[in-house]
């Protein structure tokens, strides 16, 4: 019998002796025996660790995502003005998109929805002024006639990023 061999017999009888509740100091002390086979069992505890810590992380529900919006809506080499069919999804604290593009002439429809707390949009060069309570569509139709970048924000105070919530309409 080899000296690892003793050492071995004895340590596993320690460990039975010792009721379940102690089972993760057991296995410390399994852990922190020198032999070879011990070692072996050390990879395979590890391996089970770190494949249960995988699964735990793939089990996690994904977040909910908004599908990002188109923000380039100007396409076309099309003759004439368009109707532009916005959907925008507003909350803290941001409009997404937050950056619409159109061109002279364009009628924009601009369908919001607040998913979170109340907002507002206000685009004060284009007369454009909506409350937007939570979970509600509200639905604004305008046009722009003139070129030039016309900024909008949250009209409705909504937390600490308020004041960061723009963006802005450009119209070529
Ligand atoms: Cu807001």
Redesign the pocket.
Known sequence: MSVNGLIIKRDYSYVNKISDDYYLVNLFILLALPTKQVKTMKRIFIALLVLSVIALSACTPPEVQVPPPDTSLNASNDTGPKTIPINMI????SFEPSIINAKVGDTIVLTMK?ID????ITIPELGVSQD?PVNEEKTVTFKVDKKGEFPFR??????S??RS?TGKIVVE
Not at 90 to 93: A, D, G, I
Not at 117 to 120: E, I, K, M, P
Not at 154 to 159: A, Q
């Open positions: 507003v909350k803290q604290y607040s707390v109340a907002h507002g937007l949250c009209s409705v105070f909504c937390g990023g308020h919530m």
